[in-house]
């Protein structure tokens, strides 16, 4: 079959993006061809560079589009309207009424060219897949990327397509509520889609829950079928090897000794939301785990928000690998930890493809409860996502405990990561 597969996340710098996006390319090659590609550049943001006008019709926007100074005059627009953001929704071709969204950018993409991926019409395709990865949550207002997805789902069905939402997770929103008019608009667009499936069971149990009439079926993340090159890739001894483009500096250099057990520390997409807090509580978090294990803590920042990182290694004395490291070497440097203390989903899957053990902190959504549902764990912990000092005397605690199990404790996760591998192969009987 032919695919358009939308979503392809790995341009962004997030560890969650980058290796899911590979995964699920890679497993969907397996048995189709993708002729077409959207990927995440501006399926989540990009709002500034945009131009639309409700009503204004297309011979216009053409017209726009060919002035020699347009794009200059395109970004005044974008940062007049941006300063506003009732001003700026309004002056969107995306809204909750999905239907319509994909006629709106028909119009206007002549004067929006770098949108031109988006534009379904130029491939010869016989369906599109959507990697719905982490992008489902009912937020107040809309995640941008959620509507962008509910907008081809329209678009596909409308020229007569398949439609396939995959490895996706659906949630409420713990900051902001759940936006009432979001879950309608998602509900209509998925009683379009060919086959529905999602990456862990509690996304399982909200669909059935909050969309009624919808068949959905659980199957684990695609990244877990990147079990096979944690076990293929020599342990990185030294990480001046792996260092990215722009932390090859002298003093980075020879700070990264992986010869003895070491913990990984990561952040949160919850704590992101507010750096000076994340800040104070991960150099506390930090500075704990190095007097009450005696181990070596590395910090690893998995997603650009993850910034404050940077800061409390500096001022701890921590070494922190960038975003930008490869991502292979970085699922790597997880998978062979004695520990992983984070807010992450991916970035904990590959910590568990080799069998490290984790402590898990919360996040925009139920993702990391429900890893732990699909790790096996026996009992579910999950601590704030800037954990305060009670959260860190238990988060210490709780790490001994798993440092203490061992080889033991490694390859019960091992094991279980293998079935959930088989089990994300799976995806391949849904797409026909």
Known sequence: MKLVYI???RCRTNFGCRGTSIALSQLISTEHEIVGTVSGKYTHA????????????????????????????????????????????????LSDASETNFKNICRCLPANKYLKEFDLRQ????????????????????????????????????MGKKVYLVNAMFSDCPATGTN??????????????????????????????KFSGIEVNYIPDALFTWKRYVDQIPSIMNGSYVLPFGQETDSEFDQFNFTEPYICVSGSSLAAWDQGAAYTSYKLLVESLKAETRLPVFLIQVCIGDRYLLDVGRDTNTPCLHVEIPILAGAKILSDAALYVSGRFHPSIMASLGGTPCVFLG?????????????????????????NESDIVNI????????????????????????????????????V
């Open 7 to 9: 979503a392809d996340n």
């Open 123 to 158: 491939y010869d395709f016989d369906g599109i897949v959507i990697n719905g990865e982490g992008t489902m949550i009912m937020t107040n207002p809309p995640r941008r990327d959620t509507l962008v997805y509910l907008m081809f789902i329209d678009w596909a069905k409308s």
């Open 396 to 431: 210490v605690s709780l790490a001994k405990k798993k440092l203490a199990g061992g080889n033991v404790l490694r390859n019960k996760i091992e094991r279980v990561v293998e079935r959930r591998c088989k089990e994300a192969n799976r995806l391949l009987d849904k797409i």
């Open 180 to 209: 009432k008019e979001t879950m309608e608009t998602t509900h209509k667009a998925l009683m379009k889609c060919d086959a529905i499936t999602v990456r862990d069971p509690v996304s399982l149990s909200y669909v059935k829950d």
């Open 363 to 387: 996040s925009n959504s139920h993702k990391t409860w429900s890893l732990q549902e699909m790790l096996e764990y026996e009992d579910i912990v999950e601590f704030s996502a800037s954990p």
């Open 46 to 93: 990009g709002r500034g560079r945009l131009f639309f006008i409700p009503g204004l019709p297309k011979w216009i926007y053409v017209l726009l589009g060919k002035l020699p100074l347009w794009e200059t005059l395109k970004r005044m627009w974008g940062w007049t309207i941006s300063r506003n953001q009732g001003v700026y929704r309004a002056f969107d071709f």
